[in-house]
């Protein structure tokens, strides 16, 4: 392995929460492959008539992704951060369409999947697919704020305006310190799961679409199988890279699994 992620890199990301890592990250005619299938899935997506934000774990559904998401290229990235043994949670597709793509919300992913992984430590990589960059939305954070987690939230005045309708309380962050993580086609950023986050809305005229992919290591013990809250649906992860040491279950990349997969968020 030789990672693009150096040890001065992995310094950098323990101490502010998230890397932009301005290399190509898959070869030319791969990067080309995930292009198509993401515009592939989009289009599948809105024969409903509705345009949405987001496809959610595309992979459980399509095999076709696991090209990509497990891909030694997306590994290699995560693996300085995480170790060698690596399991994915989930990925997603996601796109702002010019002018009408809605903001998303200061928030943090954790908050979310709290009680999902023990301890909660998740690496997301954002791939750009087409442009990411200020004019159209792209991905904001606000270093540091990782070493936190678990934030409040509250309600949004206009939720209509957002990706979703809450918050996290402004006295519980800085905004002015917020950062954009602006990528060119094929450039990734990667950021942990703590870490508060959002993006403006799409005011420019260049579509922005990334591919968004969360592993951790398979030290960590995933816990929604096994937990009632969640429900009975059995969350598939998948194992990316090395061995498991943490007992955890893992689903074959090559069996889709039905109904799993959501486009959801109209914008």
């Avoid at 934000?53 to 290229?73: G, Q, T, Y």
Wanted: with cysteine.
């Amino acid at each position: 392995m030789k990672s693009i992620v150096t040890p001065d890199l992995v310094k950098r990301y323990e101490k502010d929460g998230y890397l932009i890592l301005h290399n190509q990250v898959l070869p030319a005619e791969k990067f080309q492959r995930a292009k198509a299938l993401c515009a592939e899935k989009f289009a599948e997506a809105t024969k409903d008539g509705r345009t949405p934000a987001l496809i959610d774990c595309p992979h459980w559904s399509d095999p076709r992704m696991f090209e990509f998401i497990c891909s030694d290229e997306m590994l290699d990235i995560v693996e300085p951060i995480i170790g060698p043994d690596i399991a994915v949670f989930a990925c997603h597709l996601l796109r702002k369409p010019p002018a009408v793509g809605k903001r998303v919300p200061w928030h943090e992913d954790s908050a979310y999947w709290n009680g999902m992984l023990t301890p909660m430590e998740v690496s997301s990589i954002t791939l750009a697919i087409e442009p990411s960059i200020p004019e159209n939305g792209c991905l904001r954070v606000i270093p540091g704020t990782h070493r936190h987690g678990y934030s409040e939230y509250s309600p949004l005045a206009k939720p209509d305006d957002q990706i979703f309708p809450i918050e996290i309380k402004a006295e519980q962050m800085d905004e002015s310190k917020a950062v954009d993580l602006g990528l060119q086609p094929n450039e990734a950023s990667i950021h942990e799961c703590r870490i508060i986050h959002g993006s403006n809305p799409n005011t420019g005229s260049l579509l922005r679409s990334v591919l968004t992919v969360r592993y951790f290591s398979t030290r960590v013990k995933f816990t929604r199988q096994d937990n009632p809250k969640w429900g009975t649906f059995d969350f598939p992860i998948y194992l990316a890279r090395g061995k498991d040491h943490a007992g955890n279950r893992y689903t074959d990349p090559t069996k889709p699994i039905g109904g799993g997969e959501k486009a959801n968020t109209a914008v």
